[in-house]
T-cell receptor, first 115, second 117 residues
């Protein structure tokens, strides 16, 4: 257990529905990241926050995806009008500050299945 | 731009024999390099990291990796495999410019390590 928690761990939804995932980082970590991992692939970067500011978004993050970190603590990732191609494991990670020696600690992930 | 290529999608070894997982990277800037391990139904765990200090990096569970700039490689090794090493391993690169990490990790496609008794 790295100290990063994600909820729910599994989500099954029908195509066209909206879903929201939550990530609680390690408490003193000011950086929070979202990644997506599809079957047989390595995780791919989606977006990251420093405190409450969203600093970078991948082109993978279409306009159906939105992420927030309103108070610089927990974060939510919402997918609107889900598609079958959204089925994946959504990973959250957190780290403290910046610099050469930072390490990202990963949560267990939320597995999304879109039927 | 940065990228990582893991040269083997599957590696199979016998318990007690050496492990070699190969990784080549590409980065426009000075890279930081990592190896992460993912056991089934568990989260990603950092094995080791290179951040411009010593080129031979020691990690947890007896793993090592050597940064070779001339070969743009960061291969992971272990002298003697254990059954508990069976997992998927990811080589990861990120930009390290002037001591500032920009945070975005770029993962390889992973190498599944199987260890036979």
């Amino acid at each position: 257990d790295t100290g990063v928690s994600q909820d729910p761990r599994h989500k099954i939804t029908k195509r066209g529905q909206n879903v929201t995932f939550r990530c609680d980082p390690i408490s003193e970590h000011n950086r929070l990241y979202w990644y997506r991992q599809t079957l047989g692939q390595g995780p791919e970067f989606l977006t990251y926050f420093q405190n409450e500011a969203q600093l970078e978004k991948s082109r993978l993050l279409s306009d159906r995806f939105s992420a927030e970190r309103p108070k610089g603590s927990f974060s939510t990732l919402e997918i609107q009008r889900t598609e079958q191609g959204d089925s994946a494991m959504y990973l959250c990670a957190s780290s403290v500050g910046q610099g050469e020696s930072y390490e990202q600690f990963f949560g267990p992930g939320t597995r999304l299945t879109v039927l | 731009a940065q990228s990582v290529t893991q040269l083997d999608s599957h590696v199979s070894v016998s318990e007690g024999t050496p492990v070699l997982l190969r990784c080549n990277y590409s980065s426009s800037y000075s890279p930081s390099l990592f190896w992460y391990v993912q056991h089934p139904n568990k989260g990603l765990q950092l094995l080791l990291k290179y951040t411009s200090a010593a080129t031979l990096v020691k990690g947890i569970n007896g793993f090592e990796a050597e940064f070779k700039k001339s070969e743009t490689s960061f291969h992971l090794t272990k002298p003697s495999a254990h059954m508990s090493d069976a997992a998927e391993y990811f080589c990861v690169v990120t930009i390290n410019a002037g001591g500032t990490s920009y945070g975005k990790l770029t993962f390889g496609q992973g190498t599944i390590l199987t260890v036979h008794p």
